[in-house]
């Protein structure tokens, strides 16, 4: 389904990823994992358009989206949970979700996708009049999935969408993602939190300072030495 080879993009003069090439193929839930400044971020801009790549190639279902403006994207089946939510905080939740639907092509199913996300999430229908800025963590991580869930997705971009969490919402945080999984949604998600995250997902690939270090199967990286050591204190 999504397809990068030898992407390179960066900051101006700062190059934050190096020759990245991986694959995300329809159904799988995939992780990329790495420590802090590692490019897991940028990845998810360069894939969603917010920031160019300088090299390489990016396909959608076989669809350069490299030359493609960030709503262009959104319309081939990408939406992308953003670091820190990025919700419209002196907005209702349903006005958030309404936002998810901005493109002409997904107003008419605005009501459908809306019953949607309330089905999987009926904490936000009860807060569905409820400012989003005023939410646990936990909810606003909930009305930000709903968001992206709201153009109806191909592959759901999420990054590091635990962070900044108490422990107790974290745990409920990966359990939307289970919860997605059950949708059949094919999911892209970039995490800290690596034990968890490698419980959720199929695959993994291991970013370090910009390029890919690692990847496998999630079981794999678990029983792996190396990322027990690097990044579960073992």
């Known amino acids: 389904m999504l397809t990068l080879r030898h992407v390179n993009a960066g900051y101006g003069d700062f190059q934050a990823l190096f020759d ?9 839930a995939v992780a990329v994992i790495g420590p802090n400044g590692a490019g897991k971020s940028t990845l998810m801009r360069v894939i969603s358009g917010l920031i160019p790549a300088v090299a390489g190639s990016i396909e959608m279902e076989g669809t350069s989206v490299l030359d493609a403006p960030p709503y262009e994207i ?12 990025r919700l419209f905080p002196r907005m209702s939740v349903e006005d958030n979700l309404r936002m ?13 996708r809306k019953r949607f996300v309330y089905e ?12 989003a800025g005023t939410l ?4 606003q991580q909930m009305c930000a999935i709903g968001r992206a869930l709201m153009s109806d997705p191909k592959i759901l971009l999420m990054d590091e969408p635990s ?16 919860r997605i999984r059950a949708e059949g949604l094919t999911v892209l998600i970039v995490e800290q939190n690596v034990k968890q995250v490698l419980r959720v997902v199929d695959r993994a690939y291991v970013l370090e300072s910009g390029s890919l270090h690692m990847e496998g199967t999630a079981d794999e990286l678990l029983q792996s030495p190396e990322i027990q050591k690097s990044f579960m204190g073992m």
Request: contains cysteine; charged residues 25%.
């Open 20 to 28: 990245v090439s991986l694959d995300v193929n329809a159904g799988e």
């Open 74 to 85: 959104v319309g081939m089946g990408v939406a992308h949970v953003p670091e820190n939510r």
């Open 100 to 112: 998810g639907c901005y493109l002409p092509k997904f107003r008419a199913r605005f009501e459908e």
């Open 120 to 131: 999987l999430f009926p904490r936000m229908q009860e807060r569905r009049d409820q400012l």
């Open 136 to 139: 646990s963590g936990g909810e």
């Open 163 to 178: 962070a900044g969490l108490a422990p107790v919402i974290v745990q409920q945080v990966f359990e939307l993602i289970d």
